[in-house]
Structures are given as C-alpha cells and as structure tokens.
T-cell receptor, first 110, second 113 residues
C-alpha cells in the first residue's frame, strides 16, 4: 500500500448518518492532515493532528491517530448533502515530504 | 484576502508547445507548493518553495518541467515542450510556516492534444 492510503475508496450514506474514513501510512510522520475536495475545486484543509496527539475535534469532525498502527480515521457526524466530496489524508513525514492518499469519495444522499 | 489565485483556469494546447501556469499565493505565506492531480497518480507534490527559494524539486517529473518564484507574490510552472501525458489539473498551494495547513488555489486544468 502507498503512504497515506484511504479506505474505503467510496462511501454512500443517508443524510444524518455518520461517515467514517480511514487512512493508513507506512513511515514515521510529523503530522497528518485531512482535506476535502468538491468536484472541480481545490482542496480545503479540514484538520491537522500531530504525531503526539491521539484525537482532535472540529465541529462535526473527529480525527483519531494511532501511531502504533500507523493509521488515522476521520469521522463526520450527522452528515449533510453538502458533505458530498472527496476526502484525502496527507501525511507529512519527518523528512519533510507530504504525501496525499488516493482519497475517499463520499456521497451523502438527501 | 482573495485566497490563492491561479491562471489560467483552463489551458488547451498542442503537443510541443510551451505552457506556463501562474500562481499568486496568499499574502504573508512563506511556503508555496505546486501539485499535479491525475486519476491514475492522484495528487503529487512537484516542487515547493520557502521564502522564494526552491527547496525540493524531486517531484518534478522531467527536465521539461521548471518552476520559478521571482518574488513572494508570484510563481510560475512551465512545461516545455508539452506532451499529452502532461494533461492534468495543476494546483498551487501556500502555507505559513511549513507543512501545516495549506491553502489551495482552484487549479489549472491542462489538456495537451
């Protein structure tokens, strides 16, 4: 697998449900970031979690980081149609490389 | 602030032509990044600058690609000569202080025929 690989590749849920996306990586990291990309647009930064942190919250977003398993998860609670987008994790390694995963395509059905 | 500005938004060119993509970062940001996004390879970092100085260009695919940042408010990515496999969306992003929150521009969709 690549550094920063999201799972699942695609996710379809009903409005109001929670959405969980996972990211796995290979090498040591300084931080891990999640971005959202709406179709045809640039990426928008959602949240950053540092290697010494285990959990962060921002509004309806909750991110966890398990450095022993080299994995992170992004939880979006009470999803809305406007959350429909692709979500990417980006790992920043200890040697200043930033690597984006292939993304999870989320569809929230009204 | 208007955010990161990229131009043109769309570029269609013929193989062999020179292509220049432009980027204006957010004022005050000291890092600038150029990315390429394709279906096959996803989002790839091509090069990044710190205080106008290129730091890591290991992601630049070939010598046909070059990037400059003559001042803190302007950067270019040039492809010469262009090839069909260069067709992609090219993003510019900027940040303050390094590899933290990056602000992306809207991208330039390049099509080389």
């Amino acid at each position: 697998s690549q550094q920063g690989e999201e799972d699942p590749q695609a996710l379809s849920i009903q409005e109001g449900e929670n959405a969980t996306m996972n990211c796995s990586y290979k090498t040591s990291i300084n931080n891990l970031q999640w971005y959202r990309q709406n179709s045809g647009r640039g990426l928008v930064h959602l949240i950053l979690i540092r290697s010494n942190e285990r959990e962060k919250h921002s509004g309806r977003l909750r991110v966890t980081l398990d450095t022993s398993k080299k994995s992170s998860s992004l939880l979006i609670t009470a999803s809305r149609a406007a959350d429909t987008a692709s979500y990417f994790c980006a790992t920043v390694t200890s040697y200043d490389k930033v690597i984006f995963g292939p993304g999870t395509s989320l569809s929230v059905i009204p | 602030d208007a955010g990161v500005i990229q131009s043109p938004r769309h570029e269609v060119t013929e193989m062999g032509q020179e292509v220049t993509l432009r980027c204006k970062p957010i004022s005050g940001h000291d890092y600038l990044f150029w990315y390429r996004q394709t279906m096959m390879r996803g989002l790839e970092l091509l090069i990044y600058f710190n205080n106008n100085v290129p730091i890591d260009d290991s992601g630049m695919p070939e010598d046909r690609f070059s990037a400059k940042m003559p001042n803190a408010s302007f950067s270019t990515l040039k492809i010469q000569p262009s090839e069909p496999r260069d067709s992609a969306v090219y993003f510019c992003a900027s940040s303050l202080g390094g590899f933290n929150e990056q602000y992306f521009g809207p991208g330039t969709r390049l099509t080389v025929t």
